[in-house]
C-alpha cells in the first residue's frame, strides 16, 4: 500500500492536490473515520484540510500553538508522532473532550510531515470513532511516508513561502465550510 501512496502522491501536480491526497492515504492506511491536516504558518498550525468535520471542531482547532494539549499541539512542539489512545482518559486533553465527543472521534494519532533535511512543514492526524492504537508497524511505515511526502510538498510550494500557502488554503478551506477566514 505505502507504494502505491507514494505513486499517488508523485502523481499529483499542485500543492493542494498533494494535501489532500496525503490526507486520504492517511486515513485509508490507518482505517480512521476522520482526518485533518495542519500547515506550519509561524508558530501554529492552521488547519487546511480535513475529512468528516463540521464546524464546531474546525472553530476549536483552526490555530494549533505548541503549548496546547491537543494531539496537534504535542506533535508541533516534540517533532514526533503522538497517539491518544483514549481522549477521555488523557489528561493533558482535558480541555478539548467536548469538542471531539461532538465531532465523534474517541482517539488520535498526529504525525509530523518534517522533510529529510528536518524542514518541518506540519501535521497529518488520523481520528477515529473508537478507542484506536496503531501498531508499531503501522507507525513506522506512515512516518517514513511522511518524511518522503514532505519533501514532495516542498518542492510543489514551488518558491512559495509555506506561509502563505498555508493561509490561503486555510482560508479557501474555512470559506468552503461557510465559515469566517
Not at 468535520?53 to 494539549?69: I, S, Y
Request: proline share 4%.
Amino acid at each position: 500500500m505505502l507504494t502505491q501512496m507514494h505513486q499517488r502522491l508523485r502523481a499529483q501536480p499542485t500543492f493542494e492536490s498533494a494535501v489532500e491526497a496525503i490526507l486520504d492515504d492517511a486515513r485509508a492506511l490507518n482505517g480512521a473515520e476522520f482526518g485533518s491536516f495542519q500547515l506550519l504558518s509561524g508558530s501554529r498550525l492552521l488547519i487546511v484540510a480535513q475529512r468528516g468535520f463540521k464546524a464546531p471542531f474546525l472553530r476549536a482547532f483552526r490555530t494549533v500553538a505548541n503549548d496546547e494539549g491537543s494531539a496537534c499541539g504535542r506533535a508541533l512542539k516534540t517533532r514526533k508522532t503522538v497517539l491518544i489512545e483514549d481522549v477521555e482518559a488523557d489528561l493533558e486533553f482535558e480541555p478539548f473532550r467536548s469538542v471531539a465527543r461532538e465531532a465523534g472521534y474517541r482517539s488520535v494519532a498526529t504525525t509530523p510531515l518534517i522533510a529529510a533535511d528536518g524542514y518541518f512543514m506540519g501535521v497529518v492526524a488520523t481520528h477515529f470513532a473508537r478507542v484506536h492504537r496503531p501498531t508499531p508497524f503501522e507507525i513506522e511505515s506512515f512516518e517514513a511516508y511522511c518524511v518522503s511526502a514532505a519533501g514532495h510538498l516542498r518542492d510543489l510550494l514551488g518558491g512559495e513561502p509555506l506561509d502563505a500557502a498555508a493561509i490561503r488554503l486555510s482560508n479557501r478551506l474555512y470559506t468552503d465550510m461557510g465559515l469566517p477566514c
